[in-house]
């Protein structure tokens, strides 16, 4: 892989590429795209979310699933709405962002997956 793309030399390569930040073949993956990142129930960053701003390519890409990360597992900003009494569940990050932008920090995204009964039950 071409580690010149990075300005730390301590970087764990393979970290970088379990997390599906860059691909095997040394490229940027989330190149063009607004990053998003996906947090657990605690707050730890588990994984990456970009969200394409070229239409010609796919709308979304997300870290691969792995150890931390499991996308029917994690509900996207849960560790801020497991605060509140009421969560709004919505279907994606843009629509979640949406209504945090509008003041209403109570609300999750499925991230474009059906919701799982580990998802229901935590709402």
Same mark, same amino acid.
């Given at each position: 892989m071409d580690t010149s793309l990075y300005a730390k030399s301590d970087v764990d390569y393979s970290n970088?590429?379990?997390? #599906?930040?860059?691909?095997?073949?040394g490229k940027m993956n989330y190149s063009g795209r607004w990053?998003?990142?996906?947090k657990d129930a605690y707050g730890n960053h588990v994984a990456w979310a970009g969200r394409s701003l070229d239409p010609e390519q796919p709308k979304y890409i997300n870290s691969p699933d792995g150890e931390?990360?499991?996308? #029917?597992k994690i509900l996207w900003n849960y560790d801020i709405a497991k605060k509140y009494n009421d969560i709004y569940v919505v279907e994606g990050f843009m629509d979640a962002l949406s209504l945090i932008t509008a003041?209403?920090?109570?609300?999750?995204a499925l991230m474009g997956c059906n919701m799982t009964n580990e998802q229901y039950h935590k709402c």
């Open positions: 970088v590429i379990r997390a #599906g930040i860059v691909g095997s073949d990053i998003i990142p996906i931390y990360f499991h996308k #029917g003041g209403i920090p109570n609300v999750v």
